[in-house]
């Protein structure tokens, strides 16, 4: 089954520690994407990447890291999480290089940071 | 700046009733207008999209209409359903930068 997959689901931290959000596609997708969703602001791009090694920020990109070793894999990186990045992450993934067309989200995880 | 202008934020329906969103952008190099639909504790899904040399464009019960002179584009559902109820985002992006959402519209379709 062709899906974009995120780990952990919902995670619960305190401010300062270290967290990474997971995020793997099967669809051998070359545009992977990070958004946050908040109420009323929709879903906001913090990071993309066009292909393996290539990374570069989107809309909201401060405090978060992103790296792409692999095709497949897209981890988020929080370094020291703060109580503003409480919010709703989803990956997604795209078979367009640059993003545009459909794209393939993952089921979202929710981030509390206290 | 928000580039994608969604309304209205929330909207109540009776089934069969015919909801309408609307969106508004302002950067005229945009060339391509997705829906996303998002039921709750799930990822968006597209759902109809539509490029500007056209003017509608239907599937199913979902038609986009458009409207490039005013900049802007609507997403209407015929004979609504209460399996409707969800929350439904524009977007607009260029053939080479990623999607710009608006801000999203719940859904809600009373039985």
């Known amino acids: 089954e062709a899906q974009v997959t995120q780990n952990p689901r919902y995670l619960i931290t305190v401010t300062g520690k270290k967290l990474t959000v997971t995020c793997s596609q099967n669809m051998n997708h070359e545009y992977m994407s990070w958004y946050r969703q908040d109420p009323g602001l929709g879903l906001r791009q913090i990071y993309y990447s066009m292909n393996v090694e290539v990374t570069d920020k989107g809309d909201v990109p401060e405090g978060y890291k992103v790296s792409r070793k692999e095709k497949r894999n897209f981890p988020l990186i929080l370094e020291s999480p703060s109580p503003n990045q409480t919010s709703l992450y989803f990956c997604a993934s795209s078979k367009a290089g640059t993003g545009g067309g459909e794209q393939y989200f993952g089921p979202g995880t929710r981030l509390t940071v206290t | ?21 609307n969106c508004a952008y ?26 500007p040399d056209v003017s509608e464009k239907k599937e199913g019960r979902f038609t986009i209409s458009f409207n490039k002179s005013a900049k802007q584009f609507s997403l209407h559902i015929m004979d609504s359903q209460p399996g409707d109820s969800a929350t439904y985002f524009c977007a607009a992006s260029t053939g080479r930068r990623a999607l710009t959402f608006g801000s999203g519209t719940r859904l809600q379709v009373q039985p």
Request: no cysteine; net charge positive.
């Open chain 2, 26 to 51: 302002e950067n005229t190099a945009f060339d391509y207008f997705p829906w996303y639909q998002q039921f709750p504790g799930k990822g968006p899904a597209l759902l109809i999209a539509i490029r």
């Open chain 2, 1 to 21: 700046q928000q580039q994608v202008k969604q309304s209205p934020q929330s909207l109540i329906v009776q089934k069969g009733g015919i909801p309408i969103i």
